[in-house]
Each structure stands twice: as structure tokens, then as C-alpha cells.
């Protein structure tokens, strides 16, 4: 259970965040006015968009009554504003006055539970990495596919790297292996390399868009697998644009027989009840990657459970903040989560 307090905490910080994120932005440029000169003028612009973040990530940390959510974002947030000229010392006067600011604007007796995110984050700053080791690791299995895979679509050659990986089907690489150790530590690295300023944004969309094309091109060989009876209901929460990782889920849950139903990305809470009612789901899996949509993944769990003719739903849970905070899946109210797609289905059937 998360204390009443942290809700309204939380409440809090979301009803008061363009306030607080100005408020913030105005005292730092004050106390730094050499910042303006530094910067220019969209730097402020972006500061208080990074304070806008910090605090919608704080609100959601706070909610679920995690210290590590907050801190991961801040140990991210390092090596993101780092590689685009943003030194640590710079984050972390911003994060100093945003304890100050947002203690001010608190009740007295909420200040200290609040404060211990910043000071728990701030601690840890200083001795976090600037730089983040690739992702990918020599001795994992699959490795060099991986790694040929991901320079193909590096340098825009998403033919060859179709190629690649429907040659290392026909050669009989399990789809699942693929999946598991191709496109989900490519994708991941990805991530890292955008992260440290290394890719475009145009890259990242081309490798994602190409990875989905290519998933595509595997179906044949997913959907072939004799029913089992048992039927889920996958998607993103509503707000989330992520939806590789629950797409993996699906599949494999396909392969395993079940009679899978994908929503996508950003499903609305009511597309999302019709679904479940109208395809008689067996079990919801709910996937969230950014941290400030996980209590809109409480609202829906509310909300299914509020409904009468699914409360044998059983909801599984899972993406990025499931995996950085392990008790997270229950303060949400879901039924269990499991880390990765090769947990997943098996998690499933146990309920
Ligand atoms: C591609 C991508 C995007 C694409 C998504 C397109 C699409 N159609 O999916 C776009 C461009 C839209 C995007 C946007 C953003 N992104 Co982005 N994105 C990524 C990237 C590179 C890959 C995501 C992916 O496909 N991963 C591969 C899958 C297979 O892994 P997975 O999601 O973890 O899924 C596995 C498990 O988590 C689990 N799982 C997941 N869901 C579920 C559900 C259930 C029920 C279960 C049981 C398990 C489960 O099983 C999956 C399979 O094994 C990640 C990097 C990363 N580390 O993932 C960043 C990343 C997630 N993005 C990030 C950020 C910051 C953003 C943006 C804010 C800014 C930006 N980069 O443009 C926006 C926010 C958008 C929003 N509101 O949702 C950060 C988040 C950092 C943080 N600390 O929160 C990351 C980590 C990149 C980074 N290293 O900085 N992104």
C-alpha cells in the first residue's frame, strides 16, 4: 500500500507543475546568471521543460512511494544532459533549488518525504557515470547477429538487415531467439546511443520502423501454432508511444497458442475495457515504458476492476519502471508482471 500522503504529494506536484517548473527556472538563471550567456536564448526554454520532466517524474516516483524510480531517472538524466553539453553540476543546482522550490510549496509535514527523493538522487549524483559501456555483450547468445543487425540498419540498409535475420531463420534461429536477442538489445541500444547523443532521432525512428517491418515478415511463421482456448488483450497504456516490447509479449503468447489481441500504442482506457469485454479476455497485459504513465496504469487496473463483467480479468504487467522497482506491480493492483517476454507467458498460465 502507498501512504495517503504520497497521493497527495503526488497530486500535489501535478496540479502545481508549470508553477513550480517556472519557479524553479527563474531562481536558477537568478543564481547563475552567467547561464543566459552560456545557453542562449532556448536554453531557458529547455530548462523549464527539463524541470517540467524532473517534476512529472518525481509526482510518479512519489505516488508509488519509490526512491529508485526517481533516482534511475536522475542517473539518466546525467548521461543524456552530459553528452549534450550540460554539465552534472548543472543538473544538480537545478535539482537543489527544485527541493528548495517545491518544499516552500508543500505543507511542512509533507516537505521531509519529498526532500529524502531529492536527497536520495542528489547523494548518488556525483559518483554516477557520465558515459554509459554498450549494451551489447560478446558473450550472449547471438551476439554478432545482433551487433551485424543493428550496423545495417545504422547505415540505412534495412534490406540487408531483413536479409540477415530471415537467412538466420531459414537457418533455424528460433523466431523467439530473435526477438529476445536481436531486436530487443538492438532496440536497447539504440536507446543508449541516442541517450549519449550518438544517433539522430531520425535514426532511432528509422531502426524502430524497420525492426516492426521486419517482425512483420515473421509472421507466417508466428501464427501457426495450434489454439489453446486461452485468449489476452495486449497494449501500451494510454500516453505511451512505446510498443515494441508489449508487440514481443503478444507474440510470444501467440506462439505459445494463445488467441492474442494488440492494441498497440496509446490505448484509451474505454477501447481498452470494449476490447477485453468483446474478445471474453482471459488476461490483460498492460505495458508502460516512461515512468510518468504509471498511474494511468493504476487507473486502468481501477478501472477494470471496477467493471462487473471483467473481474475475472486477470491484469500482467510489465515495461522499463516494472523492472526498476520490483514491488511496483503490486502498489499498481495488477496480478503479477514479469520482466521480459521469455517470463511472461508462463507467468500467465500460473494465475
Ligand atoms: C524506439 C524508442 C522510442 C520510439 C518508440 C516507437 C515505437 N513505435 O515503439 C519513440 C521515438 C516514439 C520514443 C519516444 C520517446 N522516448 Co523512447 N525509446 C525507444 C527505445 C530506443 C527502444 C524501445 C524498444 O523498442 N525497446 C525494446 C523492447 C523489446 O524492450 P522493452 O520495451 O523493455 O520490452 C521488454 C520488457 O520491458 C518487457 N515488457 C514491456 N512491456 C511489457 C508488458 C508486459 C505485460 C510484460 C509482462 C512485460 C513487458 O518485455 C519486453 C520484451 O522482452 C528505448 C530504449 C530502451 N532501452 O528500450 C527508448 C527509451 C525508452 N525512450 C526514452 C525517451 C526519453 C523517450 C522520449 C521522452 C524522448 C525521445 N527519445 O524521443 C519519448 C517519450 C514518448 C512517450 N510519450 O511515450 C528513454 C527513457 C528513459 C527514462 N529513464 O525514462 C529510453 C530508455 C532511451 C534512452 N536510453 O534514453 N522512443
New binding site residues.
Given amino acids: 500500500m502507498v501512504p495517503e500522503m504520497n497521493e497527495a504529494i503526488s497530486r500535489i506536484l501535478d496540479s502545481d507543475r508549470a508553477v513550480l517548473a517556472e519557479a524553479v527556472t527563474t531562481r536558477q538563471y537568478e543564481a547563475q546568471p552567467e547561464l543566459a550567456a552560456r545557453y542562449g536564448a532556448s536554453g531557458r526554454a529547455r530548462c523549464l521543460q527539463d524541470a517540467n520532466?524532473h517534476l512529472s517524474?518525481l509526482a510518479n516516483a512519489v505516488a508509488a512511494s519509490s526512491h529508485a524510480l526517481f533516482s534511475?531517472?536522475i542517473e539518466?538524466?546525467k548521461?543524456?544532459l552530459e553528452a549534450r553539453g550540460i554539465p552534472a553540476a548543472d543538473l544538480s543546482r537545478n535539482l537543489s533549488i527544485m527541493s528548495e522550490v517545491v518544499g516552500e510549496r508543500l505543507p511542512a509535514e509533507m516537505r521531509p518525504v519529498v526532500q529524502k527523493y531529492f536527497a536520495v538522487g542528489l547523494d548518488r549524483l556525483p559518483a554516477l557515470p557520465s558515459d554509459?559501456p554498450p549494451l551489447f555483450e560478446d558473450a550472449a547468445p547471438h551476439g554478432d547477429l545482433a551487433k551485424q543487425f543493428l550496423r545495417l540498419l545504422l547505415n540505412g540498409e534495412r534490406h540487408l538487415a531483413s536479409r540477415l535475420i530471415l537467412d538466420a531463420v531459414e537457418s533455424g534461429v528460433e523466431v523467439k531467439e530473435i526477438?529476445?536477442h536481436v531486436?530487443?538489445p538492438s532496440?536497447?541500444e539504440?536507446?543508449?546511443l541516442?541517450?549519449m547523443n550518438r544517433v539522430s532521432?531520425a535514426q532511432?525512428?528509422f531502426?524502430?520502423?524497420a525492426?516492426?517491418l521486419i517482425m512483420a515478415q515473421l509472421y507466417p511463421r508466428i501464427f501457426r501454432t495450434e489454439k489453446n482456448g486461452r485468449r489476452i488483450v495486449?497494449t501500451?497504456i494510454g500516453?505511451?508511444?512505446?510498443?515494441?516490447?508489449?508487440r514481443?509479449?503478444t507474440d510470444f503468447f501467440e506462439m505459445e497458442g494463445w488467441d492474442t489481441y494488440y492494441l498497440g500504442?496509446?490505448s484509451p482506457t474505454n477501447a481498452i475495457l470494449q476490447a477485453l469485454s468483446d474478445r471474453k479476455a482471459d488476461v490483460l497485459?498492460?505495458?508502460?515504458?516512461?515512468?510518468f504513465?504509471i498511474r494511468a496504469v493504476e487507473n486502468l487496473i481501477a478501472a477494470v476492476r471496477a467493471s462487473g463483467d471483467l473481474k475475472a480479468v486477470k491484469i500482467?504487467?510489465?515495461?522499463?519502471?516494472?523492472?526498476i522497482e520490483p514491488e511496483l506491480w503490486k502498489r499498481v493492483g495488477a496480478d503479477?508482471?514479469?520482466?521480459?517476454?521469455?517470463?511472461?507467458v508462463a507467468?500467465?498460465s500460473s494465475l
Avoid: K
Fill in positions: 520532466y517524474y534511475d531517472y539518466w538524466a548521461v543524456m554509459l526477438y529476445l531486436f530487443q532496440q536497447r539504440i536507446g543508449r541516442w541517450q532521432v532511432e525512428h531502426c524502430t520502423a525492426t516492426q495486449a501500451s500516453g505511451e508511444l512505446h510498443e515494441i516490447g508489449v514481443i509479449i500504442a496509446n497485459a498492460v505495458s508502460a515504458t516512461m515512468t504513465h500482467l504487467v510489465g515495461g522499463y519502471p516494472f523492472n503479477a508482471y514479469a520482466a521480459d517476454a521469455s517470463d511472461a507467468m500467465a
